[in-house]
């Protein structure tokens, strides 16, 4: 009963019992481990086998308890490894996806590219041609040029969809006011 109160203690559960007894049944040592007793030692007891006990008792303790400890640091890293892991799957899901659309984009601007195209040879075909008078001239001029601004933007997704490093550029800023203007 003594031992079955101290194992049942949570700060005491840990403190190994050692029965010393006179009685040498079977079942006695028995119900002594079932009660969670730790060792067993019969009467008349010699000095060193009770020291022997008690150091083994002692090493058993710290044995568990550094295997606890690893225990408790293990699952720490599978936790932190977990969580690792997870977020690579994020990353690797984000990844996949940004490669399903830079497909899909680079699709869909050479599908772009070809009437776009179309559109600039029959503008330079007519101006080629000649016979326009200066309002067609000038409409045929700005559909030219609404084909080279969307074949550099067409241009410009698939370098996008490419993985290149953006280059610096330098650019006629009052060009592209202009442009911005007369496309309003």
Do not use: W
Not at 76 to 99: F, G, H, I, P
Not at 101 to 109: E, F, K, Q, R
Not at 124 to 129: F, G, H
């Amino acid at each position: 009963d003594a031992c079955r109160e101290i194992k049942s203690r949570i700060f005491d559960r840990h403190i190994p019992v050692i029965f010393v007894t006179s009685l040498q049944e079977p079942e006695e040592r028995l119900r002594a481990l079932q009660a969670d007793g730790d060792d067993f030692i019969i009467k008349p007891v010699q000095n060193e086998d009770l020291i022997f006990r008690i150091r083994t008792q002692l090493r058993i303790m710290e044995l568990t308890e550094n295997l606890n400890h690893l225990n408790e640091n293990l699952e720490k890293m599978v936790m932190e490894k977990t969580k690792a892991l997870k977020e690579n799957e994020r990353q690797l899901y984000q990844a996949e996806k940004m490669s399903v659309m830079c497909t899909m984009l680079s699709g869909i601007a050479h599908e772009l590219r070809n009437p776009i195209c179309a559109i600039a040879g029959y503008a330079q075909m007519l101006q080629m041609k000649g016979g326009l008078n200066e309002k067609q001239g000038k409409r045929v001029t700005h559909i030219e040029e609404q084909a080279g601004r969307t074949n550099t933007i067409i241009e410009n997704l698939l370098n996008l969809t490419r993985k290149k490093l953006a280059e610096s550029r330098h650019f006629n800023i009052n060009q592209l006011i202009r442009t911005t203007q007369e496309n309003l």
